[in-house]
């Protein structure tokens, strides 16, 4: 956690747009008591932990941008990895239920 600190801009203003529209989705699914909009929103908000986790690396070349990401990361990979597919079957399942109207 000590490289936190100088990473602060990338860590608090990602997730922060994402974590506001995950809580507008939440809101109002449970308002509305739409399945697709509650599926959609703990998806987002998986996806904010995940870009807090591991932000993006900004004025780092090409070649080395996934050493500079992993520089960067908090956590255990395997967490980071397993973030992953789970917030985007969260998503997906919520625009297939959007889709069948559930």
């Known amino acids: 956690m000590s490289n936190a600190p100088s990473h602060w801009l990338t860590r608090s203003v990602g997730p922060a747009i994402v974590g506001g529209l995950a809580l507008n989705q939440l809101v109002r699914g449970i308002d509305a008591g739409v399945l697709a909009l509650i599926l959609q929103g703990v998806g987002l908000g998986l996806m904010a932990m995940l870009a807090f986790l591991q932000p993006v690396a900004f004025n ?43």
């Not at 080395?64 to 597919?85: N, T, W, Y």
């Open 60 to 102: 780092v070349p090409l070649r080395q941008v996934f050493a500079a990401s992993e520089a960067m990361a908090i956590g255990p990979p395997k967490l980071r990895l397993a973030l992953v597919p789970l917030a985007l079957a969260f998503l997906l399942s919520g625009m297939v239920c959007n889709v069948l109207r559930l």
